[in-house]
């Protein structure tokens, strides 16, 4: 029998949607990427390679702008860090996880709908009670969202989970790297300078521990 700590935050969090991904590192040197960890094979026997990250995003930042509108809907994406519970004391629910996870490699996207110009953990009023551009209030709903982002076989291909463990799942594609851009910082770079100022200013009082059993 087995234990995990996780955090659970009763707060605006909880109504975030959250897309979760494997990131894969890129090794210059030998000009290869890195395998997954066999423990990916619990997800299923296939997976899903996107090979422009950044596009990926932005595809989905269309559909939420054009499904609710530019000021209806917050929009963060990052790398999840991974703790020691009890050597780390900065955590943010959304984008921190148990130690025992960090052969997951996450990458999170999140977003929610959202009211503008209404007080809440992700829209505080400054000192003189003017609200930042960017203020929304989180709507409190738990139901499913659904996005259609259309045929993405331009920016993605099918492979048995087993090539991403042990193959060359990278040989034959062209994959765009999602950081280190020779023209500049890329869009999703700045997205996830974002998040994390987002998630600095983010204080959640409703922090509670939950132990998972398996």
């Excluded at 130690?99 to 829209?123: D, H, L, T």
Aim: proline share 3%; aromatic share 12%.
């Amino acid at each position: 029998m087995y234990g995990d700590i996780t955090l659970i935050d009763g707060t605006e969090t909880q109504f975030m949607k959250c897309y979760s991904t494997m990131a894969l590192q890129y090794h210059p040197e030998s000009k290869k990427w890195e395998h997954a960890n066999k423990r990916v094979a619990q997800f299923g026997d296939t997976a899903v390679v996107i090979t422009d990250l950044e596009q990926f995003v932005d595809r989905i930042a269309l559909v939420l702008t054009k499904q609710y509108g530019c000021d209806h809907c917050l929009l963060l994406a990052d790398k999840v860090n991974y703790y020691c519970l009890g050597s780390t004391q900065n955590l943010t629910p959304m984008y921190s996880k148990g130690a025992s996870y960090s052969w997951q490699n996450e990458f999170r996207i999140i977003f929610c709908e959202a009211i503008p110009n209404r007080e809440n953990k992700f829209a505080r009023p400054d000192k003189d009670g003017i609200f930042r551009p960017n203020a929304q209030s989180t709507i409190l709903s738990l139901d499913d969202v659904h996005l259609d982002i259309g045929d993405i076989r331009d920016i993605a291909y099918a492979v048995p989970v087993g090539y991403l463990i042990y193959g060359s799942w990278w040989l034959g594609h062209a994959i765009r790297l999602a950081t280190n851009s020779s023209k500049g910082i890329t869009r999703l770079e700045n997205l996830a300078i974002n998040t994390r100022n987002e998630m600095r200013d983010y204080e959640t009082p409703a922090v509670r521990l939950s132990m998972t059993i398996y």
